[in-house]
């Protein structure tokens, strides 16, 4: 008499959107034998982290949850509010903080990333934020209220940090009744999507909305009042300003230190190493999401965190689906402008061709990043109206029928 094998024990560490879209994939095998253990340090399940925004308009948290029915399956068990504090390759085990031990054959980790404040002296006090989950959002809201209600007055807020993330928490801000100021290192706003001409047009936008903008500027020093809370912020041109709140955006810190503190291999820029199957240098370990790290490239859209994910179910249900690589398109509404860029947008390849239209005073921006053959579409920039985005993107590497300046030029009507 023959037994049934027994399934496959599967620990998901991290129960964020990358988890959620592998939990998915895998049970979406009704025959699957397998029983996954998802492990979560947050106290509510995944949710759209892309979102967070929503919450300053009204929304609930409870709203930005993502729909998991895989989570409810008989062979899945969901662990919140608990955090993996050690991996045990040889015992083939993890250990939490609640103490508990849970043993795997194949260990996922889907940790994520966290969001990285600058290196300086009062970076940590009261009034300083992240901008990462609900759990900051209503750390920033709850200080506000506080605050406002204390000084009895309207606060003053700057955003540390220029990217898209930045431009969302300083719209987050004014919403909030708060005068906001964006700080950006570099030379222009959204320097890794944006070219000069694009990024000057972002700024006239939030200027004109009432945001003010500090480029090539670094902080130096964030100062506490009497109370220990921020009120000032000091600039490497010997500057400052007077704040009360401080919010973070200067790039994401991959949570890797599970896979380092047991000689899993970590890019030195941070992250764990992944082949195209999504496998660490343990092949029983496997990564996904902001946690890993590909050909020296980190996941920095959602839509990689999601090819990951898939990848790696794919690949224990016995498929060879591989991982490419990160497509670093989006396209956004941040601070209440359109913006998008796509492909080659910063013009990198080799006699490539720019065909651009700029009307800064209607705020519009649109460029096309053409091969030397100057109809080939290798990428593009659009500001102000990012209609075409969808069908744009899907021409990347196709040579255009039309005149390319059809395509960014006006339509006259």
């Known amino acids: 008499m023959s037994t049934r094998p027994s399934p496959i024990e599967i620990v998901v560490v991290g129960a964020g959107m990358a988890a ?26 995944p949710y759209d982290r892309t979102r967070l925004r929503e919450l300053f308009l009204g929304a609930a948290a409870g709203d930005l949850q993502l729909p998991c029915p895989a989570f409810e399956d008989d062979r899945v068990t969901v662990i919140l509010d608990d955090r993996v504090l050690r991996i045990d390759r040889r015992a083939r085990s993890v250990r939490t903080r609640s103490r508990r031990v849970y043993s795997y054959d194949v260990l996922v980790l889907a940790t994520g990333a966290y969001s990285a404040r600058v290196a300086v002296e009062g970076a940590a006090l009261p009034g300083c934020f992240s901008y990462r989950t609900i759990a900051d959002v209503k750390d920033l809201r709850r200080f506000v209220r506080a605050r406002s209600d204390g000084l009895g007055r309207s606060l003053r807020g700057v955003v540390v940090g220029g990217g898209p993330l930045g431009l969302e928490a300083a719209g987050a801000l004014q919403t909030m009744g708060i005068a906001a100021t964006v700080v950006q290192y570099a030379e222009r706003l959204m320097d890794a999507q944006l070219d000069v001409t694009a990024g000057s047009i972002v700024k006239r936008h939030l200027q004109a909305r009432g945001i003010a903008v500090r480029t090539a500027t670094r902080v ?3 100062d506490p009042d009497e109370s220990g809370a921020v009120t000032a912020i000091e600039f490497q041109d010997g500057s400052f300003q007077r704040v009360d709140v401080v919010v973070f955006t200067v790039g994401m810190r991959a949570r890797d230190e599970l896979a380092r503190n047991a000689d899993i291999e970590v890019d030195p820029r941070g992250g764990v190493v992944i082949d195209e199957g999504c496998r660490t240098s343990d092949a029983a370990v496997l990564a996904i999401g ?11 859209r959602t839509g990689a965190a999601y090819d990951m994910a898939e990848v790696a179910a794919e690949r224990l249900l016995g498929g060879t689906r591989s991982f490419t690589g990160s497509d670093e398109s ?19 390849t080799p006699d490539a061709v720019d065909v651009l239209y700029a009307d800064p005073v209607a705020g519009v921006y649109r460029k096309l990043v053409l091969a030397e053959d100057a109809h080939t579409l290798l990428g593009g920039i659009l500001v102000g109206d990012a209609s075409a985005y969808g069908a744009l993107r899907t021409l990347v590497g196709a040579r255009l029928e039309d005149d390319p300046a059809s395509y960014v030029l006006p339509v006259r009507g």
Do not use: M
């Not at 509404?333 to 913006?339: C, I, R």
């Not at 860029?341 to 990198?348: E, M, V």
């Open 220 to 222: 130096t020093r964030i």
């Open 290 to 300: 902001d946690v890993a790290c590909f050909e020296g490239r980190r996941a920095g």
């Open 330 to 348: 989006a396209a956004a509404t941040v601070a209440g402008v359109e913006v998008a860029s796509f492909g080659d947008a910063l013009t990198r």
């Open 20 to 45: 959620q879209r592998f939990v998915t994939r895998l049970l979406a095998s009704a025959s699957a034998r397998v029983r996954v253990t998802v492990i979560g340090d947050e106290n509510r399940p």
